[in-house]
């Protein structure tokens, strides 16, 4: 019973910004983590971003620098600030919660918002 609704994405020229934002409600613990994961045509979903509900952080490589990942406990709303796009990273962005319940991992999924860079 958990939900989570993104917003935030479209079209930029390289070396633009955007930022994403996804929101969740529901049943949800104190101790989460939140994160974007992003498919391009073609490729495997990878892990771009994520925050814990402490405020510990982790990047792809490819997007440290440029992309920041920051939370709202009390929201429960997870934002990424992606700065200095490039056409790679044209894909469509999932929000993603995962809480841990005695000793089960529980994966939630957003419908997914198209980021398109180019020219």
């Known amino acids: 019973q958990v939900q989570l609704v993104e917003s935030g994405g479209g079209l930029v020229q390289p070396g633009g910004s955007l930022r994403l934002s996804c929101a969740a409600s529901?049943?949800?613990?104190?101790?989460?983590?939140m994160g974007w994961y992003r498919q391009g045509p073609g490729k495997q979903r990878e892990l771009v971003a994520a925050?814990?509900?402490?405020?510990?952080?982790n990047y792809a490589e490819s997007v440290k620098g440029r992309f920041t990942i920051s939370g709202d406990n009390a929201k429960k709303t997870v934002y990424l600030q992606m700065n200095s796009l490039k056409p790679e990273d044209t894909a469509v962005y999932y929000c993603n919660l995962n809480q841990r319940r005695r000793w089960i991992d529980y994966d939630y999924w957003g419908q997914g918002t198209q980021v398109t860079v180019n020219s």
């Open positions: 925050i814990t509900s402490g405020g510990s952080t």
């Open positions: 529901g049943s949800i613990d104190s101790i989460y983590t």
